[in-house]
Structure formats: structure tokens, C-alpha cells
């Protein structure tokens, strides 16, 4: 039940009411607090966020244009449910666009966004709280794929990088978190920015995807919607 998950009451924000429902569901579901096919009812969402059922509905409308919610005429909304056809496709684009993003980042990278990434390897490896780990661990991904400053691929990688946290999220649920060798491909890949090697970069950021992408496979096998 959505009611059970770690949702606070957003009485008194500052931010509208809209956005802020639309950011604190969104984040919710991609560092997996959420899980895909869980069943998003309006009126229990409106209690536990302590806001009224328009905001809610406006919010489920935009998460489902971003692809993280479903909404179906007999379920009403869900959160997004994986297949593994999305995800070889998620992954197909993903590996054909980060090579020119990498080929642009590279050229660009400065000494201050440098320090920025190597902070956050050192908070992804000292946590050792999972739905943290997933979020730094976007925040490291998504810092290096802004460095192009190339807007309609950011778009786009972010999307599939929302996506895929579906995805990553399930895997984990399934497979233990395998945090030793992940955190030491982030440091090569870090390494590889760092030398300015777009070569190294892009095919150690290649290699980590596809670490991912094959946990994902495995768990989507045994992913199963829980009964309404």
C-alpha cells in the first residue's frame, strides 16, 4: 500500500502544490520506495501527502508523459510496468547516444565539475543505505551526461535514465547490489574523464550499462504485478 511507503505530508510547502506532488511521486518511484506495478489511487495519495486529489491527478498526468506512471482505463494509474522489449531498447539508445555525449563532455569537462563527480564517488562509497546509493549513484551518472550542455540529448538521456531506474530498482529487489564493483567502475570511469580519454570513458561507461542491463534481464523474468 502506497499509505506504508516513506511519503511526508507536503502542508505548508513553498513550492505549487503540483510540482511539488509531481517531484516528491517522481522521486519516490525512481529510487524504487515505489515499485513498478504498484497501483497509485488518488484519494490515499491525497491523505498520506495531506494536499487534495487535483494536484494528484495533474501529477500522475505528467509522470505518465515522462513514462514513469501507466495509466490504464481498468487499473487507473500504475507505476510504469517493465518488459524486457523496453529494456533492450532502453539500453539500445542509451549505448548509441552516449558515445557523441562523452565525445562533447570530454572537450568541455572543467576542474570544478571534476571535483563535483569525485564528491559524489565518496558519498556513493561511503553509503550503505540502497535507495541512497540509487540516487547518488544517478546523481553521478547525470552530472557527466550534463557536461555536453547538448539540450535535446540531455532530454532525452534523462528520460531513459528515469527509465531505467525502473529497471535498475527491480534488479536490485532480485540480485544483492553488487556495490564493490560498481563503485570501482565509477572510479575508472571518473579516471577516464579525468585524462580527458573520451575513448576509455566511453567504452568503460559502455561496459558498466551493460553490468546493468544484464542484472535487469535476469530480473525481469521473475517480476511479478502484486494482486489488486
Known amino acids: 500500500m502506497v499509505s506504508k511507503l516513506p511519503l511526508a505530508s507536503l502542508a505548508g510547502t513553498p513550492r505549487t502544490t503540483h510540482a511539488t506532488v509531481t517531484e516528491n511521486l517522481r522521486k519516490a518511484i525512481l529510487l524504487g520506495q515505489i515499485p513498478a506495478g504498484t497501483r497509485l489511487l488518488q484519494s490515499e495519495l491525497a491523505e498520506v501527502l495531506n494536499v487534495s486529489v487535483t494536484p494528484i491527478r495533474e501529477a500522475l498526468r505528467e509522470l505518465s508523459t515522462q513514462g514513469l506512471v501507466d495509466l490504464d482505463a ?19 539508445m542509451r549505448s548509441l547516444l552516449i558515445p557523441l555525449n562523452i565525445r562533447r563532455a570530454i572537450s568541455r569537462i572543467t576542474d570544478q565539475e571534476l571535483k563535483q563527480a569525485e564528491i559524489l564517488l565518496l558519498q556513493i562509497e561511503a553509503e550503505a543505505e540502497q535507495a541512497r546509493w540509487v540516487d547518488l549513484n544517478r546523481q553521478f551518472h547525470n552530472l557527466l551526461d550534463d557536461i555536453a550542455q547538448t539540450h535535446q540529448i540531455r532530454q532525452v538521456l534523462q528520460r531513459l535514465s528515469d527509465l531505467s531506474a525502473i529497471y535498475v530498482n527491480l534488479s536490485f529487489s532480485i540480485i544483492p547490489l553488487q556495490k564493490e564493483k560498481s563503485e570501482q567502475e565509477h572510479r575508472q570511469i571518473y579516471q577516464a574523464y579525468q585524462d580527458r580519454d573520451a575513448e576509455a570513458a566511453t567504452q568503460l561507461t559502455l561496459l558498466h550499462l551493460d553490468g546493468t542491463l544484464e542484472a535487469a534481464r535476469k530480473s525481469i523474468s521473475n517480476f511479478r504485478l502484486e494482486p489488486i
Not at 74 to 92: D, K, N
Open 74 to 92: 481498468f487499473r487507473g494509474a500504475v507505476v510504469h510496468t517493465p518488459s524486457l522489449l523496453e529494456l533492450e531498447e532502453i539500453y539500445e
